[in-house]
């Protein structure tokens, strides 16, 4: 039976070759599913990460090596250490008994030859949706509503290009990003990282979250009055180890200009059009630390071509095999290298490199958040 309309089953098809990947395309959505789909190992584990999928249908072989499938096997590996890796179906045309073992050893859930059968390829994708159905446990439906969480659209503006992502360490996590709608040309972000990871930093994320909605009725704000009642709130409902990091602020189309608060958390990155770099320090305390709050506001114009990077903590102190860093300096030096590129292009390269630097072991929720005047 084809695929419900109403939630039709998202597949991510990877596969080195235009004319397998548009082959590929019309067929699953002749068949009622959602298809994406990318052209190398490093673009299947960023689309991967980022975007929930039901399975992944990936060749093994790509053009660095068109035979052993070594490449599509490493892939696999790097693949089971997401946080939510979504099961793998893998193809070849240079199919052996030998190369389907290893390729199942290493995680995949099921093994079809090019060229392939139509019927024969939509039954196996089908069969692997049922034996990977959702599960119902705790963790499995935390992450689920904590999903929804996240702003499910963002309004428009015509001064300023803006997106967010979050790519969470384990099930669930503390980072928490925001976008408010002050009406027309105005715009509310928010960019929070409760301490602590799990359920625990999860559950204090959608305490935080409402809080701040709440309170963020109406634009302008007085930033600091606001983060006052939201730290007392904070603090008398937390144990005080319990606390926040964050960086709030609105933007208006007609001033071009941000008005910010920052408790505590990382100093957003702001790169002009000429190319001069300004951070934005703490401009506040952090919120739900102390019984008592201090904070100022202060604001930035955003010309055309001007950039504004937030990120979380888990970005610059992702770890490397060696222990090393990815400090805040790759971090400026990417913003630099990419600043003529679109905001998506711009999320792509970080993502990059942080996957290309970072241990899968041991790391923290990433998020990003990128502005860019236009």
Not at 94 to 108: H, T, Y
Not at 275 to 292: H, I, K, Q, S, Y
Not at 304 to 316: C, P
């Given at each position: 039976m084809a695929a419900s309309a109403a939630a039709p089953l998202r597949v991510l098809v990877a596969d080195d070759q235009p004319d397998v990947r548009m082959a590929l395309r019309l067929l699953l959505k002749m068949e009622g599913f959602h298809a994406d789909d990318v052209d190398s190992p490093t673009e299947l584990l960023h689309a991967a990460s980022r975007r929930p999928y039901d399975l992944i249908l990936m060749d093994l072989n790509y053009t660095r090596d068109t035979t052993s499938g070594q490449e599509g096997l490493d892939t696999l590996v790097r693949l089971k250490q997401l946080p939510t890796a979504p099961p793998a179906i893998v193809m070849t045309a240079?199919?052996?008994?030998?190369?389907?073992?290893?390729?199942?050893?290493?995680?995949?859930v099921d093994f079809v030859t090019k060229p392939w059968d139509n019927p024969t390829l939509i039954q196996t994708l089908r069969k692997s949706a049922r034996r990977a159905e959702r599960p119902t446990d705790d963790l499995s439906i935390a992450r689920r509503v904590q999903s929804k969480l996240f702003p499910q659209a963002q309004p428009q503006l015509t001064t300023l290009e803006y997106k967010a992502t979050c790519v969470e360490a384990g099930p669930v996590g503390g980072?928490?990003?925001?976008?408010?709608?002050?009406?027309p040309g105005h715009v509310g972000l928010v960019l929070a990282d409760v301490c602590?990871?799990?359920?625990?930093?999860?559950?204090?994320?959608?305490?935080?979250?409402?809080t701040l909605r709440s309170l963020c009725r109406n634009a302008p704000l007085d930033w600091a009055a606001l983060m006052s009642q939201a730290n007392q709130l904070f603090y008398q409902t937390t144990s005080p180890e319990h606390y926040a990091t964050l960086f709030a602020a609105d933007y208006s189309d007609r001033s071009r200009t941000l008005r910010y608060i920052n408790c505590g958390h990382n100093p957003p990155l702001h790169l002009d059009r000429d190319?001069?770099?300004?951070?934005?320090?703490?401009?506040?305390?952090?919120?739900?630390?102390?019984?008592?709050f201090n904070g100022t506001m202060e604001e930035v114009r955003l010309e055309?071509?001007?950039?504004?990077?937030?990120?979380?903590?888990?970005?610059?102190e992702a770890q490397n095999d060696a222990g090393e860093m990815f400090g805040e300096e790759r971090l400026q030096a990417l913003l630099a290298e990419n600043r003529h590129r679109t905001v998506d292009e711009?999320?792509?390269?970080?993502?990059?490199?942080?996957d290309a630097f970072a241990s899968p072991y041991g790391r923290d929720d990433w998020t990003l958040v990128l502005l860019r005047g236009r």
């Open positions: 240079w199919s052996s008994i030998e190369l389907a073992v290893e390729a199942m050893r290493r995680g995949a980072d928490y990003y925001d976008f408010l709608d002050f009406g602590g990871k799990g359920m625990a930093a999860a559950l204090l994320m959608a305490n935080l979250q409402a190319g001069n770099l300004r951070r934005l320090n703490t401009t506040a305390l952090v919120v739900g630390a102390f019984r008592r055309s071509g001007d950039w504004l990077m937030l990120f979380s903590d888990g970005i610059v711009m999320e792509y390269a970080v993502h990059q490199a942080l």
